[in-house]
């Protein structure tokens, strides 16, 4: 990756000198970075290192102390409330932890509601994208179902189908494998690259989970608590010959597996 200030590469995300509070601690201080476009980037580290707090801060729901967010040139904290709004519905997807789905609506009426929303459609073409954006994640016939009637994976997945539904250019992942078993936190992983791919959508995905990391991961950026920073930046397979024994201890947890797609 490139630095912040390199004219040449045209970025998704510029994190600039950003520093972050919880209440009147600081929760990470002064971090750079970019993500460059169609790009997955995994955003890592031990429980309490400022995962979350970065993720607030991206989506423009934690103004920075210090520093600039910007995605796409845009410096989001500059933005007043509704012009922030008002771009972003169209430009970032979020995929919440929980799935965050809304239990009394149907999968088809939850991934429907943005698009019903914040757009002008008419209804069927409505009807039309969420089958679309339904047969994406692979829940096709899956329409009518509650979220209570589903898989922990399914109910992810289709998180993921709303997430997309305004046909986002960023996408961010909060612990998309969190609580999943191996087999289906590699599904979640192979429909992600899957969507990358035939999308061109950049990702970043908040995760500590390590096959997750090295299966999906073009770039890696570590967290550390104690240094309210960035401790490491790179692909995951160097990242985890690190020198430093921070990052060396959180790579070798156990064996995960390569990079596939």
């Known amino acids: 990756m490139t630095s912040p200030t390199d004219p040449e590469t045209r970025y998704a995300i510029s994190v600039q000198n950003v520093s972050l509070f919880h209440g009147e601690k600081m929760i990470l201080e002064n971090i750079n970075f970019c993500v460059e476009q169609g790009r997955i980037v995994t955003i890592l580290g031990a ?26 040139g845009k410096d989001i904290s500059a933005l007043h409330a509704r012009g922030w709004l008002q771009w972003a ?25 943005p698009i019903r929303e914040f757009s002008n459609t008419p209804g069927q073409i409505v009807d039309e994208i969420v089958r679309l954006k339904l047969a994406m994640v692979r829940l096709g016939g899956y329409g009518n179902y509650y ?23 960023i996408l961010f992942c909060d612990e998309p494998t969190g609580g999943l078993d191996p087999v289906i936190s590699a599904e979640i992983d192979n429909l992600l690259l899957e969507l990358n791919h035939i ?8 995760t500590h989970d390590l096959p997750t990391i090295m299966a999906i991961s073009d770039w ?3 967290l ?22 921070r990052v060396r201890g959180f790579f070798r947890r156990q064996s ?3 990079k596939t797609g």
């Open 47 to 72: 429980s309490g290192c400022g995962k979350t707090t970065l993720l607030k801060g991206l989506v423009g729901l934690l103004k920075p102390a210090e520093g600039r967010f910007e995605l796409y």
């Open 89 to 113: 519905r169209k430009s970032i997807g979020v995929l919440f932890q929980s799935g965050a789905l809304i239990g009394s609506l149907t999968l088809s009426e939850n991934v429907a509601l």
């Open 147 to 169: 979220p209570a009637e589903l898989s922990g994976g399914m109910k992810k997945r289709a998180g993921l189908a709303r997430a997309l539904a305004l046909d986002p250019n």
């Open 199 to 206: 999308l061109g959508i950049t990702m970043v995905v908040i």
């Open 220 to 222: 890696s950026i570590m």
């Open 224 to 245: 550390d608590g104690d240094a309210r920073g960035i401790v490491a930046t790179g692909p995951p397979k160097e990242m985890e010959k690190s020198p430093d024994p």
């Open 256 to 258: 995960p597996g390569a």
